[in-house]
């Protein structure tokens, strides 16, 4: 596990240029942490290192977003799927291995996770703007 | 009688034209791109090279499940358009029964797997020992160590096909079983399968308006598991 401490902003967004260097292009990147943890931000930076023009923002009403970048981007807030045939119905296995999947409230389809998963939870840090990020399954 | 079928139930998509029993055409393509983007591509390259309009099909075909949530939807919806224009009737077809006219071999049994993730699978058995397959169980969705103790308890030769067959032959090699994998040329869901399956059901008169066709889920047996590992952690 790397454990990095991310100073403000700036800190974050390296963390995510960071990750997008070591992805080969079908990961599922399983976000844990709760509510401004900055999931959304790092999914930002990350989508940018890959060269994605797109906004990007939190798809919590559209469940996924598709963004084209280096590789497909797919970013899913897992906040309402409560169930598998919530989750199935998102078309989230028909995405696996077509592109990197980014998922936010990982939490909630916790053991739908396929093994190789890359699990990145995050924590406050010292300060308001700090944060705290334990990566399980990527070297980076 | 002319069949005009297609299959987008997993990561290969197909679409055949088959006229008494013989397979007219057949256009299949494996690779990632999506079903929405190929599947109307090859309707029309395959019409057209075998001189065919949809007014010179009897009946059109879809493999309606179990698969993919998106692929199955992609396939339907050409087929209710087609159907629905040309005031054809249509048939629904198992995904798995669709496979079982892959291949027929004496003395074996084919098991059609589909991978419906997290170590599960889409499965239906069948003897294929004559022209015409024997059904020995309901389409169903199971993990592949239940499948690999119930292929151990047949004791007979197994062959399996569909998406899923590399995944199973490759998790079963320990199993006391006679077990084989089918040739990558009759491995995957084809349309010529799912029109050669049709024109049986055909003979049967289970035809269905455009408006009735509907994708057949399969539940699968996780369901009855907690997709959360633990409870929510914080409120939104």
Redesign the interface.
């Known amino acids: 596990m790397t454990v990095i401490n991310a100073e403000g902003l700036k800190g974050t967004e390296e963390v995510g240029r960071r990750i997008a260097g070591a992805l080969e292009g079908t990961e599922v990147i399983a976000f844990f942490g709760g509510l401004g943890m900055g999931k959304t931000t790092l999914t930002r930076s990350i989508a940018e290192a890959l060269g994605c023009e797109d906004d990007v923002s939190s798809p919590t009403f559209a469940i996924v977003n598709e963004y084209k970048a280096r590789f497909n981007i797919y970013h899913f807030d897992m906040y309402r799927i409560t169930s598998w045939d919530d989750l199935y119905s998102t078309g989230f296995f028909d995405y696996l291995d077509t592109g990197v999947l980014i998922i936010e409230w990982s939490e909630n389809i916790e053991n739908a996770l396929p093994d190789s998963a890359v699990r990145i939870t995050i924590k406050p840090g010292k300060t308001e703007d700090d944060r705290i990020f334990e990566i399980e399954g990527l070297d980076i | 009688m002319r069949i005009f079928a297609v299959d987008t139930s997993a990561k290969s998509a197909s679409a055949a034209v088959t006229e008494n029993g013989e397979i007219k055409g057949e256009f299949f393509i494996n690779t990632?791109l999506t079903h929405s983007e190929t599947l109307m591509p090859m309707t029309d390259a395959l019409l057209k090279s075998t001189r065919l309009s949809l007014s010179d099909i009897d009946c059109l075909a879809v493999n309606t499940g179990p698969g993919?949530?998106?692929?199955l939807r992609i396939g339907i919806a050409a087929i209710k358009g087609m159907a629905f224009a040309v005031k054809k009737p249509c048939i629904a077809v198992s995904t798995l029964e669709s496979m079982a006219y892959n291949l027929s071999e004496p003395d074996t049994v084919l098991c059609a797997v589909m991978d419906?993730?997290?170590n599960q699978v889409y499965n239906a058995l069948f003897d294929v020992s004559s022209d015409i397959p024997q059904r020995l169980c309901d389409d169903r969705a199971l993990t592949i160590d239940e499948l690999s103790k119930e292929l151990e308890a047949l004791g007979k030769k197994v062959v399996l096909v569909g998406d899923g067959a590399k995944l199973c032959f490759s998790r079963m090699s320990g199993i006391e079983c006679d077990l084989h994998i089918a040739a990558e040329n009759v491995r995957y869901q084809r349309a010529s399968s799912t029109a050669l399956a049709a024109e049986r059901l055909f003979e049967e008169v289970k035809t269905v308006g455009a408006d009735t066709l509907m994708p057949q889920?399969l539940?699968?047996p996780?369901?009855q598991?907690?997709?959360?590992?633990?409870q929510?952690?914080?409120?939104?």
């Open positions: 990632m993919s949530f998106t692929g419906a993730r997290c889920y539940r699968l996780q369901a598991r907690e997709l959360m590992a633990k929510k952690l914080s409120n939104k």
